[in-house]
């Protein structure tokens, strides 16, 4: 596509339900990020796909939190057991050489809110 | 680690008016400077950015200069319209290249005609 979609755009679930958040990259990117922002806070990393290498999980706050990504192509991000503390704006970025390449295309984001 | 402070928003400014949002950094060794801009129902984007210090980065009528010695990043442009209104995040890439953008808060303007 013409650039970085993201679905759902809003998305309101109870506390502990799971949800599932999705990212449809520029197509030819092979590096996908997703970051969050939390009211208030700045862009929080979560994690990092380049490629078929082995994904940088290391911003991502808890085993709840796990996401996926086949080839270049569509990344989905799930939160199990969603809680309160988990509602922000969840932001997907893609580029077209990863770390070193600056210039991010960033997707709509996904506002999530747990009630 | 690497961070990236930001002054705090919301920034309401007329039309015309000059603005000059404020970032400092902290890092080690020497990174790449960036600033993006969010507009309403849009993802960020890249405004401009700076790879060395003195080097002053533009675009849009916006210019952020690169100052080692104070570890700053500052935002400005001369004259604002209502269409500067968005969000601004200044962000940094370490020397090394292999770890992700770092982020401020980001900062709100909002311009009144």
């Known amino acids: 596509g013409a650039g970085v979609s993201q679905s759902p755009s809003n998305k309101v679930t109870e506390k502990g339900k799971d949800v599932e958040l999705r990212c449809d990259p520029i197509s030819g990117h092979t590096a996908l990020y997703w970051y969050r922002q939390r009211l208030g806070q700045g862009l929080e990393f979560l994690i990092y796909f380049q490629g078929n290498s082995a994904p940088d999980k290391s911003g991502l706050p808890s085993d709840r939190f796990s996401a996926e990504r086949t080839g270049e192509s569509v990344s989905t991000l799930t939160i199990q057991r969603t809680q309160q503390e988990d509602s922000a704006v969840y932001l997907c970025a893609s580029t077209a050489r990863g770390h070193g390449n600056e210039k991010l295309f960033f997707g709509s984001g996904t506002q999530l809110s747990v009630l | 680690g690497d961070s990236v402070t930001q002054m705090e928003g919301p920034v309401t400014l007329s039309e015309e008016a000059f603005l000059t949002i404020n970032c400092t950094y902290t890092?080690?060794?020497?990174?790449?400077l960036f600033w993006y801009v969010q507009y309403p129902g849009e993802g960020l984007q890249l405004l401009l950015k700076?790879?060395?210090?003195?080097d002053k980065g533009s675009n849009k009528g916006f210019e952020a200069t690169y100052r080692k010695e104070t570890t700053s990043f500052h935002l400005e442009k001369g004259s604002v319209q209502v269409s500067d209104s968005a969000v601004y995040f200044c962000a940094l890439a370490a020397y090394s290249g292999n770890t992700p953008l770092v982020f401020g808060k980001g900062t709100r303007l909002s311009v009144i005609a």
């Open positions: 700076a790879t060395k210090a003195d």
């Open positions: 890092a080690t060794g020497y990174p790449s």
